[in-house]
């Protein structure tokens, strides 16, 4: 891959929309070019982010973002400096404008997981250096990227396949998978209660560029007939962090639109193995979690989430290699 074509050299990375269709395309290929790279045991004299500093800014716990960045960063010479919501004074003692003015100083990038686009926007703003977005309420470009690859690596392409989110159909993983999709020429339907439909300007948004790529953005509300044809069914969980009170309300929306062996057969392709499935996890799938252990699976059930066509274990890998490659993109000499 070619960096200085890729032309992310010093930039942030806080949403996909910001991003160009080559430049998402792009970071699938140089992800996974460095996941081979990886897998070659590549000389460590060639490491690309040799004495690079990466502070990790997390005010949302996470297993995913936070090893994937730190075994990434490793992996290229770099290191990385975790710093949880009691560890910074954001809002309290000290303003994101002035903590990132600081932390600015003194390191290279920030990785940030945590509530609101305004503060990973702000520390982009006022740090002057690359910041990319592992998380907030409304963007999870990371996670997009990591899915994008593991579908490119079973299926061999992303062009013309049709991915199905089926599930809280406004959430920040909903709506990146369907910017992302729409960049990358995948049809993408959302398949959610009407309560919980996206909104008309992230439709409009996806749909300008679905347009451009030949394929198409759609919402249906019907969870057997919005899943047909679909390779890949995708689903989060029903109540995000941050929205625990809902949880009971959620429940009674979402129900119908489990992911089970009944909905696998119903995009019509089970038989002919060209369906998979994904979830950026955690995942309820069983009754062996805090949140399950009195109602059992949720968003999927165990039967699709530990058969064959889950294929959520190389997409949590992935999440290394992508987060990999943003970071490389921003920072390699």
């Given amino acids: 891959m070619d960096l200085v074509k890729l032309g992310l050299h010093g930039k942030s990375i806080l949403r996909l929309v910001d991003l160009s269709d080559e430049q998402v395309i792009g970071l699938v290929e140089l992800a996974a070019e460095l996941k081979a790279r990886k897998k070659s045991g590549a000389n460590k004299k060639d490491a690309l982010l040799y004495r690079k500093n990466i502070a990790l800014i997390f005010q949302k716990s996470s297993t995913r973002t936070h090893c994937a960045t730190v075994c990434g960063v490793h992996d290229e010479g770099g ?51 690359p910041v990319w977005n592992g998380l907030t309420d409304e963007w999870h470009p990371s996670q997009v990227l990591a899915d994008f690859l593991t579908i490119k690596e079973h299926f061999g392409t992303l062009k013309g396949l049709k991915m199905a989110f089926i599930g809280d159909g406004r959430n920040n993983v909903a709506s990146s998978l369907m910017i992302g999709c729409s960049k990358v020429g995948m049809d ?119 058969s064959p066509i889950s294929k959520v274990f190389d997409e949590a890998e992935n999440r290394l290699h992508t987060i990999k490659a943003m970071i490389v993109s921003s920072l390699a000499d």
């Fill in 188 to 306: 993408f339907v959302d398949v959610c209660p009407e309560e919980l439909s996206p909104s008309r300007e992230l439709l409009e948004m996806a749909r300008e560029g679905a347009r451009r790529n030949g394929s198409t953005i759609e919402v249906s509300h019907d969870p057997v007939n919005g899943v047909k044809g679909a390779n890949i069914l995708y689903t989060d969980v029903w109540v995000s962090m941050g929205e625990e009170a809902l949880f009971q309300q959620r429940l009674a929306l979402l129900r119908p639109f489990q992911v089970n062996m009944e909905m696998v057969r119903n995009t019509g392709l089970a038989e002919s193995g060209k369906v998979i499935f994904l979830h950026c996890l955690p995942a309820f799938h069983d009754n062996n979690t805090e949140v399950s252990k009195d109602c059992g699976a949720l968003e999927v059930s165990d039967e699709v989430f530990e």
């Fill in 79 to 129: 290191y990385t400096e975790y710093l949880n919501a009691h560890d910074l004074h954001f809002g309290k003692k000290e303003s994101v404008k002035d903590s990132a003015r600081v932390l600015g100083r003194m390191f290279d990038g920030i990785m940030f997981r945590g509530f609101a686009q305004q503060t990973v926007d702000d520390l982009a703003k006022y740090s002057g250096i």
